[in-house]
T-cell receptor
Framework: SQTIHQWPATLVQPVGSPLSLECTVE??????LYWYRQAAGRGLQLLFY??????ISSEVPQNLSASRPQDRQFILSSKKLLLSDSGFYLC?????????FGAGTRLSVL | GEDVEQSLFLSVREGDSSVINCTYT??????LYWYKQEPGAGLQLLTY?????DMKQDQRLTVLLNKKDKHLSLRIADTQTGDSAIYFC??????????????FGQGTTLQVKP
């Protein structure tokens, strides 16, 4: 069966520090992968999606970047975090028409 | 542009039925989804419906789709305290089928009182 892993679960980082969040999917190949941010427990904002290795589409201009170095690995990064980067970050994968979500990473930038 | 709207809050008593409503604007939607999010957790897929269907039932869950009015609803029968969560409606546009991109509503917080 397929599973999705995100880590870390919780992260507290100072302003100006770098960020790396990792997401991996097991039990499938060539999935579509997605990074979302959820602010204040409300709606989801799609940040990036990828339909294949090295293929990244950005939905909104921001302080973050994404990479897909391997088929089932999706990384969200920042060189210098801002206070506004705080939020709940969710990774998702899709085999076709349904998205399955990871448990999320709670990021607090102080 | 594409938009999905939901009411923000619903409160019901345990044992009653809950109905969560959603409207969307994209007439080319192919699939519509309901997700559940418990506090501090990721989103759990509850059910989804293809746009050529009017209704889908899965145990205590019933999804109704009115494509003419672009209205989707989720009915939870015999609501339990464990159903307390945020429920998200989402749609996949026909123009996004190759990327699988979804448009989410803001979520409806369901409060179940004992």
């Amino acid at each position: 069966s397929q599973t999705i892993h995100q880590w870390p679960a919780t992260l507290v980082q100072p302003v100006g520090s770098p960020l790396s969040l990792e997401c991996t999917v097991e039990g499938t190949s060539n999935p579509n992968l997605y990074w979302y941010r959820q602010a204040a427990g409300r709606g989801l904002q799609l940040l990036f999606y990828s339909v294949g290795i090295g293929q990244i589409s950005s939905e909104v201009p921001q302080n973050l970047s994404a990479s897909r170095p391997q088929d089932r690995q999706f990384i969200l990064s920042s060189k210098k975090l801002l206070l506004s980067d705080s939020g709940f970050y969710l990774c998702a994968w899709s085999p076709a028409d349904v998205q399955y979500f990871g448990a999320g990473t709670r990021l607090s930038v102080l | 542009g594409e938009d999905v709207e939901q009411s923000l809050f619903l409160s019901v008593r345990e044992g009653d039925s809950s109905v969560i409503n959603c409207t969307y604007t994209d007439s080319s939607s192919t699939y519509l989804y309901w997700y559940k999010q418990e506090p501090g957790a990721g989103l759990q897929l509850l059910t989804y419906i293809f746009s050529n269907m009017d209704m889908k039932q899965d145990q205590r869950l019933t999804v109704l789709l009115n494509k003419k009015d672009k209205h989707l609803s989720l009915r939870i029968a015999d609501t339990q305290t464990g159903d307390s969560a945020i429920y998200f409606c989402a749609e996949q546009s026909g123009t996004s089928s190759n990327t699988g991109k979804l448009i989410f509503g803001q979520g409806t917080t369901l409060q179940v009182k004992p």
